[in-house]
């Protein structure tokens, strides 16, 4: 890791201009100052073939796939304006731990968080054993890096099913409170046979754990996006687990997953306090997968109109809830589907560009793909040459993106 940063070093690099977004990545609404909103999501989820640490090139190729949906003639496409792809800083701390999972940016300061620096999870330890990561690097826009919180375990009468391995699903609420996912493994990276598994893991602004959230609707969190106010949160989440249909030996083999969504109550003088947890998203198939673990509904987006936008690994389609932020009922991913196919291959990482278009990132080939709200596949672009299993969680700039790197185990951006 890079030494700790001094006030001098942050004018190194300009500083990223963030894309405001509701408060987490993958979620563009509006536009504000740093100091007010600051947000990533991305896109959470995991990888389609074993990570690597071999360094790959940037390409610059730009096309346009097929598509599925016709829409209204938009504005110049987002990818189309971006340059290759460089690093900004290694997210391996210490301990060892890889695979950078979760993106998320710092809105305001406070305790250890300082505003416009990027939190990273990582989901595998020194090892390579994917779902034992526990530490979250804090990245400053200047490239220098330090451990915001290393979770090795939980402080007493908090508990997490099956343990910790923190994954995609990570995000900032107001007052530094910081919520990550975990989805554990036991046995050397083999799937948990429990249900639920895994909890979502809140810390304070020093990265102390301050509580966990487990319910029968939090089944292996694998990213999540938020909108949040001074005294209200809700908590998007994609499940990579649950409703079995097949096992081995115990061993969850396939199944179908779900979309929560969790109301949160806010104080400054406490953790967040869970108050509804409602499922809106039904029969996302999930599979045990060797090399990436499991294919299952990752990406999340939140749309300034209140659709939660839900990208599937599994099934190369990304689906629409509408009205996500009130609805009492769930809607199938197959109802909803808005993209499939095309240019998508095994879609990890989702955010909103400036333009209003979801840009995903590909598990299986390093490309990303521009979809308009209506479902029409407008850009593709490669990010990595030959880079199966590199991108992983995305969050929209100003400049362009921010990317977590699974190949180089780094965060990178590609600028406009």
Not at 199 to 205: G, K, Q
């Amino acid at each position: 890791m890079t030494p700790a940063r001094t006030d001098s070093s942050r004018t190194e690099r300009v500083g990223w201009t963030w894309k405001a977004l509701a408060f987490r990545k993958g979620s563009t609404v509006k536009s504000r100052s740093l100091a007010k909103i600051l947000t990533a999501m991305i896109g959470l989820g995991l990888t389609a073939t074993a990570c690597s640490s071999t360094s790959t090139s940037s390409s610059s190729s730009l096309t346009t796939p097929t598509t599925t949906r016709t829409a209204a003639p938009q504005s110049a496409a987002f990818l189309g304006q971006l340059h290759g792809l460089t690093q900004v800083a290694s997210t391996v701390p210490g301990n060892g731990d890889v695979n950078p999972y979760g993106v998320a940016v710092v809105p305001t300061s406070g305790g250890r968080l300082t505003a416009g620096d990027v939190l990273v999870t990582n989901f595998n330890d020194k090892a390579n054993v994917q779902g034992t990561g526990n530490t979250i690097v804090q990245v400053s826009p200047a490239g220098q890096a330090s451990v915001f919180a290393s979770i090795a375990a939980l402080p007493a009468g908090q508990t997490c099913p099956g343990g910790i391995g923190l994954t995609t699903a990570l995000g900032i609420l107001p007052g530094g409170w910081v919520i990550v996912g975990s989805l554990p493994t036991s046995h050397g990276g083999v799937l948990p046979g429990l249900d639920p598994a895994g909890c979502l893991i809140v810390l304070n602004d020093q990265g102390t754990v301050a509580e966990t959230i487990t319910n029968p609707d939090i089944v292996g969190p694998w990213d999540l996006t938020v909108k949040s106010s001074a005294t209200s949160a809700e908590v998007f989440v994609s499940n990579a687990l649950g409703g079995n249909t097949t096992t081995h030996d115990g061993v969850p083999m396939t199944g179908n997953c779900t979309v929560v969504r969790l109301d949160l109550a806010l104080s400054p003088a406490s953790p967040p306090k869970l108050t509804a947890s409602t499922v809106i998203g039904t029969g996302f198939p999930w599979r045990a997968n060797k090399a990436a673990l499991v294919l299952a509904p990752t990406g999340l987006a939140l749309g300034g109109d209140g659709t939660l936008y839900v990208d599937d690994t599994q099934t190369n389609s990304v689906s629409a809830i509408p009205a996500a932020l009130t609805r009492t009922s769930a809607i199938t991913a197959v109802a909803g589907t808005l993209s499939i196919g095309g240019a998508l291959n095994a879609p990890l990482g989702m955010t909103v560009a400036p333009n209003g278009d979801l840009v995903v990132v590909n598990g299986n080939n390093g490309n990303a793909v521009e979809i308009t709200p209506a479902g029409k596949q407008v850009a593709t672009r490669t990010l990595i040459k030959n880079g199966a299993g590199d991108l992983f969680g995305i969050i929209t700039t100003q400049q362009g993106l921010l990317i977590a790197n699974d190949g180089t185990n780094a965060l990178d951006e590609a600028n406009m």
